[in-house]
């Protein structure tokens, strides 16, 4: 069983960054892959990063392509949480954000088995 709970949302402007936070308990949470996904009001939830892991490998990052190149994904397994750095935020990453956590590495929220309540994001222009 894994609990997560996420942290770090806000009310910002476009242009800025935020750091979101899935703090999770759980004594095998290094092996599974925990993904970040979010959804706005009247849309489906999306995907929108993940960090897996791998015996004897790094671990593997993915990402959607709205957010490559402005959101960064990492783990810190001795504090159990997982980070999403969002840098050069803009209005159309405003959604409720949520960190899953899943024994395999997916795109598919179906794929997560464990859900955290969510944090919101609000970029205004």
């Known amino acids: 069983q894994v609990q997560l709970v996420e942290s770090g949302g806000g009310l910002v402007q476009a242009g800025v960054s935020l750091r979101l936070s899935c703090a999770a308990s759980?004594?095998?949470?290094?092996?599974?892959?925990v993904g970040w996904f979010r959804q706005a009001p009247g849309k489906e939830r999306e995907f929108v990063a993940a960090?897996?892991?791998?015996?004897?490998?790094?671990?593997?990052?993915d990402y959607a392509d709205s957010v490559k190149g402005r959101f960064t994904i990492s783990r810190d397994n001795a504090k159990n949480t997982v980070y999403l750095q969002m840098n050069s935020l803009k209005p159309e990453d405003t959604a409720n954000y949520y960190c899953?956590?899943?024994?395999?590495?997916?795109?598919?929220?179906?794929?997560?088995?464990?859900w955290g309540q969510g944090t919101q994001v609000t970029v205004s222009s």
């Open positions: 899953a956590a899943g024994a395999t590495r997916s795109y598919y929220s179906h794929d997560y088995d464990y």
């Open positions: 759980g004594r095998t949470f290094s092996r599974y892959t």
């Open positions: 960090i897996s892991w791998s015996l004897g490998n790094p671990y593997y990052a």
